[in-house]
């Protein structure tokens, strides 16, 4: 057997017994629209945990951060800072966020805003911004299977064909399992993540430099600059830092299927709890960090960064492990891809076509429709995929521009009686408007400030003005939560 | 929704002013600690730090009546 064939076997082989106990998991559950979106809302903190971290350690961990520390240096260090940040702002959000789950039996990003706010025009918006921010995260895992499938055969196959016949698979996951499904895969996936993590980040600076220590004292001498803000960039300085963590910490819970993912815990306490043990799971981070300089060393002239890791895994180990390897990173790209497009497909249903356009459909018709919209979203994502060459941070970079616009209205409206619809929607409007035209316009950063952030600052002051202007409604103060509940 | 408590408050800023508003004290490479460059190393042992301060913004929070102690789960 030729190495290629020996490690995409073993990818293969690594992919279908994932999806055999995807399919098992979710086969013994009847798949009613709860079940399918938020597992009957009864799972404790172990699946919860292995959910939201399944959801969490995706391609962007495995092949983007090292991609970036190869390429970019100093700047990749963002990712080791917001990470334990954003379960901080989570320890505070989600926990309330649940006890309005519960009590409104919600189950989209969309549904909540529908319930604070009282309209439906808003939640079909939010879930118009949520599902069209998550594109770009669904093309990030798109890309990293093209990728590991390109390494793994040593470029014997195409990025195109693999990408194409990898989505497949895991639309083909999507339909069958669900939510519960996922999170029994999310456990193979995390114990191969882990072990190859820590397995890559040890032995590649130790076969090459002798240590980490080693490594590190090696690019000191070769690139001293490499490892401080800007790094080898010229505008990603410690006001860029600043302004990216700021923003992806607040934004990592926005996404509609990590806020979706909350609903899926039994309670508020689980939720509290969880967030102050999470940011121990992120010390894989440093470890591809690690990788990806330790590649920058050693093969210097490679086309793109987020080829760094597996080039480097692919010279310096056996094809089986090489495999190995890959399907780890195969099924970090595909358990979360599986939820965004879940996620994707149940807003477009429920929260946008069926209140604009057919109010009469039942619940199971929504299913349904959610079902064939997983595949138009992916086909959008997989075209996105093959006609761009953006690097896998960037990409979620963008994502996270768009859905931190989300922010105002969940955390006011939670935790103000104030703030109103109006006032979150032009707000929303505002920011997306902000980030659209200074991404299309080249100018993110602007004046080194993240393009999502300056979004976000404009974005809270429209929705303060707003609700200073407007007159106070008498019902608002009794009201918290505007209890529409037979429109949800 | 009950607003946390300004202690919990507290304790959440801390990470933030740590790894986030500091960037400018602490984003350098020299004194190399345990053969890591100062930022990775500051970065590193914030991850095993912010968990204790999340346990004491837990705390603040039962002992205000925010939330009940936590009951054992049964999975």
Not at chain 1, 160 to 170: E, G, L, N
Not at chain 1, 311 to 328: C, D, M, N, Q, Y
Not at chain 1, 472 to 478: I, V, W
Request: net charge positive.
């Amino acid at each position: 057997m030729t190495p290629s064939l020996i490690a995409l076997s073993m990818i293969a082989g690594i992919i279908l017994i994932a999806s055999v106990v995807g399919f098992y998991a979710g086969a013994r559950h009847k798949m009613d629209l709860e079940q399918w979106t938020v597992g009957g809302r009864g799972f404790g903190l172990v699946l919860v945990w292995l959910l939201m971290a399944g959801e969490v350690y995706t391609t962007f961990t495995f092949l983007g951060a090292s991609g970036w520390a190869y390429s970019r240096g100093g700047p990749a260090l963002y990712i080791l800072a917001y990470m334990p940040l954003a379960y901080v702002i989570s320890f505070f959000i989600l926990p309330p966020i649940w006890e309005v789950g519960r009590k409104y039996r919600l189950q989209t990003q969309a549904d909540f805003f529908q319930i604070r706010y009282g309209s439906k025009a808003l939640s079909a918006f939010v879930a118009l911004v949520g599902v069209v921010f998550i594109i770009p995260y669904l093309q990030l895992q798109l890309v990293g299977l093209g990728i590991i499938v390109e390494v793994s055969s040593f470029g014997g196959i195409h990025r195109t064909p693999a990408m194409i016949f990898a989505f497949a698979i895991v639309a083909a996951f999507v339909f069958t399992s669900g939510v519960r499904g996922i999170a029994w895969v999310s456990v193979i996936k995390d114990f191969l993540l882990l072990f190859a993590a820590v397995f890559i980040g040890i032995a590649v600076p130790y076969m090459y430099f002798g240590g980490i220590g080693k490594m590190f004292a090696a690019v000191i001498h070769a690139r001293p600059a490499h490892l401080v803000l800007p790094g080898a960039t010229k505008n990603l300085g410690q006001t860029w830092f600043i302004s990216t963590v700021l923003l992806t910490s607040f934004g990592f819970y926005m996404w509609p299927q990590g806020f979706g993912s909350s609903f899926t815990a039994k309670s508020s306490d689980t939720l509290r709890r969880n967030a102050v043990v999470m940011p121990l799971y992120g010390i894989t981070m440093p470890l591809m960090l690690f990788v990806g300089l330790s590649a920058m060393l050693v093969l210097p002239n490679l086309s793109n960064g987020d080829l760094s890791l597996l080039t480097i895994v692919r010279k310096s180990f056996p094809a089986w492990l090489l495999g190995l390897i890959g399907g780890a990173g195969a099924l970090t790209a595909m358990v979360p891809a599986a939820i965004q497009m879940l996620t994707a497909a149940t807003l477009f249903a429920k929260n946008l076509w069926r209140p604009i356009f057919a109010p009469t459909m039942s619940d199971q018709q929504v299913a349904t429709l959610a079902r064939i919209t997983v595949l138009v979203i992916t086909a959008i994502a997989l075209i996105f995929a093959v006609y761009s060459s953006v690097t896998i941070v960037s990409l979620l970079l963008l994502g996270y521009a768009g859905v931190t616009q989300f922010f105002p209205g969940v955390v006011l409206g939670l935790f103000s009686k104030r703030v109103n619809g109006p006032a979150v929607f032009s707000g929303i409007i505002a920011g997306i408007s902000a980030v659209t035209f200074l991404m299309l316009t080249r100018r993110d950063p602007w004046m080194g400030w993240n393009a999502g952030f300056v979004g976000l600052c404009l974005n809270f002051a429209v929705v303060a003005t707003v609700t200073v202007v407007l007159p106070r409604r008498a019902s608002e103060d009794t009201n918290f939560f505007a209890a529409k509940v037979s429109s949800i | 929704m009950k607003r946390p408590t300004l202690g919990a408050i507290f304790f959440g800023l801390v990470p933030f002013v740590a790894v986030c508003f500091s960037v400018s004290l602490w984003d350098r490479i020299h004194p190399i600690i345990l053969g890591l460059p100062f930022n990775f190393f500051w970065l590193i042992l914030w991850m095993l730090l912010t968990p204790l301060c999340l346990c004491a913004a837990y705390r603040m929070e039962v002992h205000s009546g925010n939330i009940s102690p936590a009951k054992k789960e049964i999975h």
